[in-house]
């Protein structure tokens, strides 16, 4: 009886050591289909993406306003080395750069142009004297002392408008009385200058009309008017020029060479040299001479 409980409980032993690996590995969640085994290697940590550079954020419209706001004291200190805004040929200040009102700035100037003026150092007036009316227009002192240097460099006709400009600015100016007397002194040389621009001009004219004429073969009417415009502008070396060709189609060779000979007299190494070097040598060999 003992030796079959003994049986019995043995093989109860031996039925539970063979069943207990399966049992407890189906309770192993490493046999689980849906879940990788623990031994297995773990995958590498997955490496952080590097983020794009943000792009550069534009300041907004008031962002910019208050920034100019706060550097508006700093543009206070002006730098008296810093040169004025650049000109065009007309001396009004680029359009690219643009001219800044600054009535500190054009005072320096004028204080180192009259210094200069002293000095007889006239361009160097004339750059400051006309920085000074960029900063600030119509200044009465800068339009005063740019006239007096205009007149020391021999530029009458500039020098009289400035006159005549600054006794418009201030008629009873501390250098009125200096100023229409610059007008009366300069008067007859503006005079003369818009004479002869006119009578340079008329004689133009002339002249334009005389070449007309002597591209159809009209060598009298031609001449005529070259003969018009010698008598306005006599200096005119290209008249000799044309008149010696009408002379020439006209077939009076003899006062022809004369013309021809004043031209190159004039201009030897003029735009017409050759052609009159050669009318003169074709006169001379139908001449004889």
């Known amino acids: 009886m003992i030796r079959s409980y003994i049986l019995l409980f043995t093989a109860v032993i031996a039925f539970t050591l063979c069943s207990s690996p399966y049992s407890s590995a189906q309770e192993s969640k490493d046999n689980d289909p849906h879940i990788k085994p623990r031994d297995s290697a773990a995958p590498p940590p997955a490496h952080p993406t590097a983020t794009p550079v943000q792009k550069q954020r534009l300041p907004s419209l008031d962002e910019v306003e208050a920034e ?55 361009r160097a007036a004339l750059d400051r004297y006309h920085d000074a009316l960029l900063y600030k227009p119509g200044d009465a002192e800068a339009t005063y002392g740019l006239a007096v240097v205009q007149e020391k460099l ?14 418009e600015i201030l008629p009873s100016g501390p250098t009125a009385k200096e100023a229409r007397e610059a007008v009366k002194r300069l008067a007859p040389f503006v005079d003369a200058a818009t004479a002869s621009s ?41 008249i000799h020029f044309r008149m010696g ?45």
């Not at 006209?250 to 009159?276: I, S």
């Open 68 to 122: 100019a706001g706060e550097s508006s004291s700093k543009d206070a200190q002006i730098d008296l080395n810093m040169r004025a805004p650049s000109r065009d040929r007309s001396g009004k200040p680029d359009d690219t750069e643009g001219g800044v009102f600054d009535p500190h700035r054009a005072m320096k100037d004028i204080e180192v142009g009259n210094y200069y003026l002293k000095l007889k150092n006239y």
């Open 198 to 238: 006119e009578l340079a001009k008329e004689s133009a004219r002339l002249m334009e009309a005389g070449e007309g004429f002597l591209a159809n073969n009209k060598y009298d009417d031609a001449l005529e008017q070259f003969e018009n415009a010698l008598r306005l502008t006599p200096d005119n070396p290209v």
């Open 154 to 167: 021999s530029l009458p006709t500039q020098a009289y408008k400035n006159y005549k400009q600054y006794l």
């Open 245 to 289: 060709q009408s002379l020439r189609g006209m077939e009076r060779l003899d006062p022809a060479r004369l013309h021809f000979q004043k031209y190159l007299e004039a201009q030897p190494n003029g735009p017409f040299a050759a052609d009159a070097k050669k009318a003169v040598s074709d006169i001379n060999y139908i001449m004889g001479k």
